[in-house]
């Protein structure tokens, strides 16, 4: 599986802190190799950033800011991160390296790309 | 085939040309009736398109229309409660919804690529001629900020429909 839900909507920011807790907790990761959650706000009908790298393991968690709802939706079907409303917020997080072309599946002229990298 | 962009485009031209509307610039309570309407229209049109078309990228362009004109209409809704004030219904608006309503007849009586090409091609001129006036009249003539702003955003995500639209126009292949 190339990646999996672990949060979603407004509640995305508390989980998130919970999940860091129990990371941090543990105790097991070195800081270098902690997942990170990387940020990418849909805005005026684009993401920002349109292309982002990231780690085999980290998140992104996308957030729609505009009035019209909009989803981050992977183009050959494996991941989505479903409606988001203005002020929701999605992440999902993704194991598999790869370069993955995304787009908003209400609006098709929105598109971006995600690169995870080993 | 008569250009329906243009016909459109002269309906609305009309109306705007009717005295009341173009003597005096309307008011924050009619821009707000008129902007509603426009929405509310939209979302008719889009229900027609959901019920008649069975052309995928129609039925998910209709499907866009509803989730995003209600989305808009809610925040007006939601504005308006808040500033407790009531909408004025005006000449404008009345035109449009009489357009639309011989817009609504017209496009009940066509079926497959006629329908899909008669109202891809009124959301393309529709969407032109509510963004130009939303654009061109109303921001400008709205002296209320949280209308003006609501009005801003409006008129991003009406942009898009109108690409959208066009896009969906030279697709589906209609001249
Ligand atoms: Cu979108």
Redesign the pocket.
Known sequence: MLVKRTYTRRRAGALLGAGLAALFLSGAPRAGDAPRTHKID?QK?KFAPAALTIKAGDSVEWT?H?I????ATHEEGSWDTGTLSRGESAALTFETPGTYSYF?????Q?TGTLTVEA | MINKKTCAAALVAFAFSMPAVAEEPMNDLEIAHTAYTAGQIDIRYAHLALALSQNEDVRAFAA?MVRDHTAVNDAAGALITELNVTPQDNGLSQALVKGAGEKVEELTGLRGKAFDCAYATNELGYHQVVNQTVEGKFIPNTTVEPLKELLTDALATFK?HEKHAENMVSSLKCS
């Open positions: 849909i009908f729609n505009d019209a709802p909009h989803t908003c599946a209400f609006h098709p929105m | 866009t898009q």
